[in-house]
């Protein structure tokens, strides 16, 4: 079963504007990941944001995380052709589990 | 290339028939995954392995699944008397665990996946 569920489940952009995906979840966690995938593709680790923090950044990635509310946000500033893929986010929930448990995804199109 | 390599990459088998995948993790990670994704939804964890151990199984893996890691090195999944409703990319993933201060922290890397039809 998915954990959450992640907004909007599509996106489309035009090349350097930026893009917000929002995801949430429904139990305590230890972690939050955000991946990539492109179509057809295995899927590409972006950023870790642990439990105790509440913002992080990498390169053009911007994510933030709210555990009151169980929410996370992935923003991509100065979007390219080649972010086109879809994003999903993945939680390793507290209580015994060492899975990651994914959302359903954005499909984020970037258009030239 | 995330250092993760899985094979074959696409199989296409008949129903009823067996099949086998092959995941090769990151040489130094004691961890390794199965993952299952369906058109249009996020990955849904099969089962997971600490070096040679099967720590934790989903009910989705049923009877006809099983999964090895002897020598904790690579892992091998197998389907058995294939069913349509397995069509599906099938995940392998890696990871080291680490425990830091304040808890557990780890990343998980996927290799490209092996696509099964069944037909």
């Known amino acids: 079963s998915q954990q959450g569920e992640e907004d909007p489940q599509a996106l489309s952009i035009q090349e350097g504007e930026n893009a917000t995906m929002n995801c949430s979840y429904k139990?305590?966690?230890?972690?939050l990941q955000w991946y990539r995938q492109n179509s057809g593709r295995g899927l590409v680790h972006l950023i870790l944001?642990?439990?105790?923090?509440r913002e992080k950044h990498s390169g053009r990635l911007r994510v933030t995380l709210d555990t009151s509310k169980k929410s996370s946000s992935l923003l991509i500033t100065a979007s390219r052709a080649a972010d086109t893929a879809s994003y999903f986010c993945a939680t390793d929930a507290i209580q015994g589990a060492q899975k990651l448990v994914f959302g359903q995804g954005t499909r984020l199109t970037i258009n030239p | 290339d995330t250092g993760v390599s899985q094979d074959p990459r696409h199989k296409i088998t008949k129903r009823g028939q067996n099949v086998t995948f092959r995941c090769d993790p990151i040489?130094?990670?004691?961890?390794l995954y199965w993952y299952r994704q369906t058109l249009g939804q996020g990955p849904e964890f099969l089962t997971y392995?600490?070096?040679?151990?099967?720590?934790?199984k989903s009910r989705l893996l049923s009877d006809r699944f099983s999964a090895e890691r002897p020598k904790g090195s690579f892992s091998t999944l197998e389907i058995q008397r294939t069913e349509q409703g397995d069509s599906a990319m099938y995940l392998c993933a890696s990871s080291l665990s680490r425990v830091l201060v304040g808890g557990r922290s780890y990343e998980q890397y996927f290799g490209p996946g092996t696509r099964l039809t069944v037909t």
């Open positions: 040489s130094e990670h004691n961890r």
């Open positions: 139990t305590s966690i230890n972690n």
């Open positions: 944001i642990r439990s105790n923090e």
């Open positions: 392995f600490q070096n040679e151990a099967q720590l934790e």
